[in-house]
């Protein structure tokens, strides 16, 4: 459980099951090497290495989300997660690795969140048929991008798919 002086807005319950029943049915998360991107508490990242998944970059700025990130994966023995203290968008530029799945839940209010798809696909963060999810706010609609796959709501937590 995260710190009370944590900043971040955590992925409910609700939803997080939601969208790993829909993964369990599109991809082998136990052959997937995972980016989290803003990662706050890591629990998407957690939540990924108990489905088995072989290797996690989890990638976040805030010093103390990211000081917690390391000790939780230092307490339950979570070798596959390598935690990434880092400028989210940066880490996008200069990465050179690619990934079978991509999770990006940047702050709702952040500016420019509907430039995220493009810029990942532009640095080819994608491996071939890897799948790229947004959580976002109502606000944006990415139907009309390029590679959109599809739209899941869940109570005021929506989760765009790109292919």
Known sequence: MPPRNFK??????????????????????????VLDLFAGTGSISFEFASRGAKKIDTVELNSVHHAFIRQTVSKFGFQQIHAIKSNALKFISFCSATYDIIFADPPYEMPDIDKIPDSIFEHNLLKANGLLIIEHSSKYDFSKHARFYEDRHYGSVNFTFFK
Do not use: Q
Request: charge should be negative; aromatic fraction near 8%; hydrophobic fraction near 40%.
């Open 8 to 33: 971040a807005r955590p992925t409910t319950d609700f939803a997080k099951e939601n969208l790993f029943n829909i993964l369990n049915n599109i991809v082998d998360i136990g052959k997937s090497e």
